[in-house]
């Protein structure tokens, strides 16, 4: 009787992830949060992405929180009709815990190879007097508008929606002229690394969401 051997993997993709407060985030991870601000930032930010604050709490960055209420007092000068809460879609990348007053690594832990810093609800930090979980992610990039989660009247609501829209579009159709990667269907932007199954031999592609083989002796 021949023995034959099984290899190969599966990966499942979820593109959108709900973490509670006090979780942590996983690296590699796509999470749901929030951003505040006012109604013309909120049609910036839209068409034109985000842009690292100069200085803060945590240093540049950009300030996000899981917390939807969090997001909802800001900007904390602003009367309500010029409140808007953005649902965004955010790529933590490796995260640090920031959970005291005059932490170490406060403000360089982008220096130490961190993409973002969390700061966890009830901590006891002063700057925080709220005690509500904020994030910073140092990339703009690993920010994206989804959604409005909250906005003053309906009207704003369809318009900065339709603004979302057209932003998506405007991607698709850019990463369209890309063309999709014969071998994981998914778009090839960047260029996919495609080698020889260490198996089988067969081609593949290292982004493929499942490949199984025979290895016969």
Known sequence: MSKVTFCGWEVE??????LKAEQEAKSGRLYTMYHGTSVQLARQIIQNGFKQSQDGMLGPGVYVS????????????????DKV???????????KRIDKDNHPMQK???????????VPPK???KAVPSGLEED???????????????APNTTLLAELRQLISQRNNQFTNQS?????????????????????CWGCGQNICILMAKHVCLVKP
Not at 85 to 95: E, Y
Not at 136 to 150: F, L, S, Y
Not at 177 to 186: I, M, N, S
């Open 13 to 18: 993709y979820d593109g959108d992830h709900h």
């Open 66 to 81: 899981r917390d939807q209420k969090k997001a909802e007092r800001y900007p904390l000068n602003n009367h309500v009709s």
């Open 85 to 95: 809460v953005l649902k965004l879609q955010v790529d933590c990348g490796k995260v």
């Open 108 to 118: 360089s832990w982008h220096m130490q190879g961190f993409d973002t810093a969390w």
């Open 123 to 125: 901590c006891g930090m």
């Open 136 to 150: 910073c992610i140092w990339d703009p990039n690993r920010v994206k508008v989804t959604d409005i989660a909250v």
């Open 176 to 196: 369209s002229g890309q063309g999709a990667c014969t071998l994981c269907k998914r778009t090839n932007d960047p260029a996919h690394g495609v080698q020889s």
